[in-house]
């Protein structure tokens, strides 16, 4: 046996005990320390042992694998359990809840496509389409038991995935890339009608409103097509999956994805244009002209309020507001004769141009208009979206 003392100045060796040579030499150069043994010390009323050096926490009574981090498989359980306790929403429930939170009706190819996604992915209907890079939000999270009627109420609801850029007449469905705060919605002119399309926005970049599709049939069917073209080929098995899902349902429900004539009809309906490049609809005699009349053209109305954002001091801002006042009470005076097109562009302009500046003169044109309009849902969305002070990149659920 070697000796094992306080002046035993030899070299450790680097395999200690483990060690296989038994040449005397290498023993009297080299010493074979054994490993030392763990404090062991017990907690007081449990028999389990505790090993005080490899515990993370030492101070507590309790045995090391408590304090240990969770495994994947326990990552795994958690998950399907938090999963597990959402109950999806029935059709007839979901209608009420989500013109009770949005303000506004889904149409009948909304549940459709939801139909397809409970299809596609059971347990995880919004992530249905991840191998497309979008997933679904808004009121589809009232049918996945995300957005709770007794526990999100109006207004934080008409804020929920709205997006900076957002006017009342768009209602988001999908959510893209989060870096260019990419989406797709409803676009509708009345909140009492259907929607009229589907159109898309980058807020991040822009305040346009992209067209989509006339349907979301139509506006996924496109989505999912394009990602084929730039899928790996692991990738497009489970893609061409989805759109066979997705052309299966829409041949079932008699969904026709091509059909642009109603988009067309909408297009001869717009009375301006509007700094989205949505145009604006609302009724309007051709004969008499009422029901529009132009307030300034729209580079005019940009350098103004360029001009307002930019002055340098608040002297030469309040002058340049002048002019924007004149403006704002013409467009009061419009809205007395009944050619509410005319303010309804204007604050939609101003809403687009994006600063809070304009938010008291936002606020003062277009909720009169809306009202005026027989459209007070979307001066209800209108105020909610501007008390929450939202920016550009904020948070955009509520949940």
């Known amino acids: ?48 042992a505790v090993d005080v050096e490899s515990s993370s926490c030492p101070e507590l009574e309790t045995d090391a694998a408590t304090c240990s981090p969770p495994t994947k498989k326990q990552k795994v359980e958690e998950s399907e359990k938090k999963d597990s306790e959402l109950e999806f929403v029935g059709k007839e429930d979901a209608k009420r809840i989500i013109k009770n939170m949005f303000l506004v009706e889904m149409p009948d190819e909304f549940y459709a496509f939801w139909d397809v996604c409970l299809t596609i992915n059971p347990k995880k209907p919004l992530e249905a389409f991840k191998d497309c890079k979008f997933s679904l939000v808004g009121p589809f999270e009232v049918l996945a038991g995300v957005l709770k009627e007794n526990e ?65 049939f139509a506006t996924v069917d ?8 730039s899928a790996d080929p692991f990738s497009k098995v489970k893609i061409m999956r989805l759109q066979t899902a997705l052309q299966k349902k829409a041949k079932e429900e008699k969904i026709n994805m091509h059909d642009k004539s109603e988009f067309f009809a909408r297009k001869r309906k717009i009375v301006c244009p509007a700094f989205h490049k949505g145009g604006l609809v609302v009724k309007c005699d051709k004969k008499t002209k009422v029901g529009y009349r132009k307030m300034e053209t729209e580079t005019n109305l940009k350098k103004l309020l360029d001009k307002v954002c930019g002055a340098e001091t608040e002297e030469r801002r309040n002058k340049e507001m002048e002019a924007l006042d004149s403006l704002i009470t013409y467009a009061n005076i419009a809205n007395d004769e009944c050619d509410f097109g005319g303010p309804l562009e204007l604050g939609i302009n101003m809403f687009c141009h994006g600063n809070e500046l304009f938010h008291p003169q936002i606020m003062g044109v277009l909720v009169a208009t809306y009202q005026l309009l027989g459209r007070p849902q979307y001066a209800e969305i209108l105020k909610a979206h501007i008390k929450s002070g939202r920016k550009k990149g904020s948070a955009l659920s509520i949940v």
């Open 152 to 216: 999100h109420q109006v207004p934080y609801t008409l804020t929920h995935w709205r997006y900076f850029y957002d006017p009342p007449e768009v209602q988001t469905l999908l959510r893209g890339d989060d870096q260019k705060q990419l989406h797709w919605g409803y676009y509708r002119d009345d909140p009492n009608e259907m929607p009229s399309y589907v159109v898309s926005n980058a807020a991040a970049e822009d305040c346009i409103l992209k067209d989509a599709g006339l349907s979301l």
């Open 1 to 48: 046996m070697e000796r094992m003392d306080a002046s035993d100045d030899r070299v450790p060796c680097k395999y200690g005990p483990l060690c296989y040579q038994k040449n005397e030499a290498h023993h009297k150069k080299f010493k074979h320390e054994k490993k030392k043994s763990p404090e062991i010390r017990t907690s007081p009323g449990r028999n389990e």
């Open 222 to 229: 496109f989505l999912v097509a394009s990602s084929l073209k």
